[in-house]
Structure formats: C-alpha cells, structure tokens
C-alpha cells in the first residue's frame, strides 16, 4: 500500500520496525492510526514494572508517536483502545487520570480490554488511539 504514509519514531519505533517489520503509525488523509503504543522508554527499551509509571509512559509514547505522524497529539485523539495484563482498578485509575492530564478539552471514545499477554515480556498496557488531524489538508 504504497499510497499510505507509514511512521516509526526514532529508538523503540525504527527497532520495532526494523525486529517485527510493522509500523508504529500510519496517516490516512487526515486520519493518523497507531499501533499499540507500550510502557517502554522511547530510547532505551526499558519497561518499567509498576504499572502507573508503566501506563504514563505509554500515554507519552502515544502522544510522541503521533506527533512523529505529524499530528499534533492527544488533543486530536477521538479513539481510544487499552489492553491490559490485568484489567484491574489501579490500571483503569492510571487511565483515566492520563485522559485528564493529556485529553482536559474533551472525553473520547474508549474500550478497555483484559489480556493474557501483550507484545513485550513485561508489558502491562499496550494503548491504540485513532487521531483526526483537521489541519493536515491546508
């Protein structure tokens, strides 16, 4: 699909792509899909194993991601998907306390999904978001 525009940030974006051969974001128009975004550190790979600091850190990679798309990042999220390994309390906590921090203007649509196992060894959250860039066909 030549037409589409594919994105993979520096550090864990370009190593993933070029480990597992998929992308971390594509744009679509003015629509930009990313992939799941974890709780690694964008540099190192490091995932952290409590899972608050895990969650904010995806919540980051998300908003790097789709900046790297181009996007202008959460403010133009209005799709939301979180799989969780467990789907418990202080998991949906650490979620709705990073819809407030990075989303205050508005609420969007969200499901929350528990998992046996993500992507990663350590991996306790992985985040899909679908963003709609207006500004992106001026």
């Not at 790097?64 to 990042?73: F, S, T, V």
């Not at 959460?74 to 709705?96: C, K, Q």
């Not at 990663?120 to 679908?130: S, T």
Request: proline share 3%; with cysteine.
């Amino acid at each position: 699909m030549a037409h589409l525009q594919y994105y993979a940030y520096k550090g864990m974006g370009e190593q993933m792509r070029e480990k597992y051969k998929y992308s971390q974001a594509v744009r679509i128009g003015e629509r930009i899909e990313i992939s799941g975004q974890g709780g690694w550190h964008p540099s190192t790979g490091k995932i952290s194993t409590e899972i608050n600091a895990q969650i904010d850190q995806a919540f980051e990679n998300v908003d790097l991601c789709l900046k790297d798309a181009g996007g202008k990042g959460w403010a133009e999220v209005f799709r939301v998907t979180s799989y969780h390994l467990p789907l418990n309390d202080e998991a949906i906590g650490a979620m709705v306390r990073n819809f407030e921090k990075w989303m205050p203007g508005h609420q969007p649509i969200w499901t929350c999904i528990g998992v046996a196992r993500l992507g990663l060894d350590d991996m306790r959250v992985e985040i899909e978001v679908v963003a709609h860039d207006s500004h992106a066909a001026k």
